[in-house]
């Protein structure tokens, strides 16, 4: 078997490659074919937890992850071979087959290629030799001529994988031809004949007002426009790499509103797709996310844009955060760092006010270590030079939770599974609750001795992994995933969010309903 590749290729980052490339997966395996996403290398802090290559279990971005359950294949490290997970400015922690290499991230980003690209191609020939179709991402542009020469994500997989690539574009910010035909006109002859269509993503009104550019732009390029997209709210995937809209899916209007308009024929949200019962009426309404410069895995808060009746915003500065019912702090590549900048904007105060008020509070992973007591970093893991701000990664905690962390150099990446004990206050729901998820993070953290010798005990509610206050309104967890979790969703808020396939589904429906008849079965016929 040696698959045949799709390649998807974009103007710019944020034109759409990642959801097409997911909607193309589900499309070609509802056709009966085997089929695996690829992406040679992908910059971002939203990681899975998947199997490696020598039985153990290493990291993917978050976005070929979803592709692989769209595509309705085991996700695997050679989907993503190449990870860059940025810590800073001026690096990033550089993981090649789901495992940190030291020697890579300490290279310069262009003595890079040569040393990957061997295990790239090894990766990528290996998927074509077990499937039908792979569908592969590009990264950025593949006209970024200052990069061509060190190039391992664009023009040089297409041609190792001989890929008919499709080039699209966000035509929501104005210039779309021009950013289309400036793309084309870019690239080395021999590889524009490797784009065999355009797509115009996030298009708003009426389509038949676009001509007659589509036909110039063909006349000038040889290239047809094969598929015109319409702007999507709510899609339901999680967001794209490093991208938040906060704008709620199903939750933009309160709870009764909506239930009214579930009763209603005319409805735009059906009853089928969320479970309900009274508890929702205790539910949190407004949950407010502190997005610190380094967030990780923002995609895990996906499920809660798309609950009835919870509102999800980012909160930035304090005035942000009034009037909410849970404060969030996710994910952190770098603690030491975001938890600086989190006091810098005076959150911290905010933060400890809605906390001694009996706000809930929540902390996940490195949101857990910056609620403890202290974070002591001995061997450098979190510290930052003078490039970076000069940032110390021994600092004081927020001191809401009675714990101490301790960064190593190794690096926990792991799936897990558990279960909740006894949990009170505004987290009484968890208690009991089986949950699975995963866990990716270098620190250590444990109760502070000091403060258990005077009484001040956290209450672990699943070991090494989940902590409470005693007053019951403060949890860490290093497990992310939580609001994946069926279990923890109904246990919380007493409801379902629609799930990932009925969201893999309607995409595939789209592209299947715009793309010009033919265009999606060319890259894989005869």
């Known amino acids: 078997m040696s698959a045949r590749c799709i390649m998807v290729l ?37 990681a899975r937890v998947v199997p490696d290559l020598a039985g153990g279990m290493g ?25 860059l997970k940025p810590e800073a400015d001026t690096h990033s922690q550089v993981v ?37 179709v792979v569908v592969i991402e590009g990264a950025g542009s593949p006209a970024e001529i200052n990069l061509m020469d060190s190039d391992i994500v664009n023009l040089r997989v297409a041609r190792h994988a001989d890929a008919r690539c499709l080039l699209v574009t966000d035509i929501d910010r104005g210039g779309a031809f021009a950013h289309l035909y400036g793309t084309w006109a870019l690239l080395p002859e021999p590889e524009r004949a490797r784009i065999r269509g355009f797509v115009l993503n996030k298009f708003r009104g009426d389509a038949a007002l676009l001509a007659p550019a589509p036909e110039q732009l063909e006349r000038l390029t040889g290239v047809p426009t094969v598929a015109v997209l319409p702007m999507r709210f709510g899609h339901g995937l999680p967001e794209e790499d490093g991208v938040f809209d906060d704008r709620p899916v199903a939750a933009a209007q309160p709870l009764p509103v909506l239930q009214a308009k579930m009763a209603s024929s005319e409805g735009v949200v059906s009853t089928s797709s969320y479970s309900k019962d009274s508890s929702l009426d205790r539910a949190p309404r407004r949950i407010a996310i502190v997005p610190y410069p380094r967030i990780s895995n923002l995609d895990e808060f996906q499920p809660l844009k798309n609950l009835p009746g919870v509102q999800l915003t980012w909160a930035r500065t304090p005035a942000q955060l009034a009037g909410a019912d849970w404060i969030v702090l996710p994910g952190s590549k770098a603690t030491a760092a975001d938890l600086a900048w989190l006091r810098a904007q005076r959150l911290d105060a905010a933060i400890a006010a809605h906390a001694g008020q009996g706000g809930a509070v929540l902390g996940i992973c490195g949101g857990l270590q910056m609620l403890g007591e202290a974070l002591i970093d001995q061997h450098g893991v979190e510290s930052q030079g003078e490039a970076d701000g000069n940032v ?16 190593a150099p190794h690096k926990t990446v792991r799936r897990t599974q558990a279960r909740f004990g006894p949990a009170t206050g505004a987290w009484a729901p968890l208690a009991g609750v ?26 672990e509610l699943i070991p090494h992994i989940a902590w409470q206050n005693t007053a019951g309104n403060v949890l860490g967890v290093y497990l992310h995933g939580l609001f994946e ?9 007493g409801a ?3 799930t990932l396939d009925a969201a893999f589904e309607r995409l595939a429906d789209e592209i299947e309903r715009a793309f010009a008849p033919g265009v999606l079965q060319a890259p894989i016929g005869p």
């Open 10 to 46: 974009g103007t710019s980052s944020g034109a759409g490659k990642s959801w097409l490339a997911t909607a193309l997966c589900r499309h070609y395996a509802r056709q009966g074919l085997k089929v695996a996403p690829f992406k040679a290398q992908n910059m971002s802090n939203n």
């Open 59 to 83: 990291e993917i971005g978050a976005a070929q992850y979803f592709q692989a359950l769209a595509a309705r294949a085991a996700p695997e490290v050679r989907m993503n071979p190449l990870l």
């Open 96 to 132: 090649l087959l789901g495992q940190v290499s030291a020697a890579l991230t300490a290279l310069p980003w262009r003595a890079r290629s040569a040393q990957v690209w061997p295990q790239i191609a090894a990766a990528l020939d290996a998927l074509r030799a077990d499937n039908d």
């Open 392 to 407: 110390d990664g021994n600092a004081p905690g927020l001191g809401l939770l009675p714990l101490v962390t301790s960064f």
């Open 434 to 459: 089986p949950v699975a998820g995963y866990e990716i993070h270098s620190g250590h953290t444990a109760q502070h001795p000091a403060m258990a010798a005077k009484g001040d005990v956290a209450h």
């Open 485 to 493: 979790d069926a279990g923890v969703l109904q246990a919380l808020f």
């Open 496 to 498: 379902q969010a629609p």
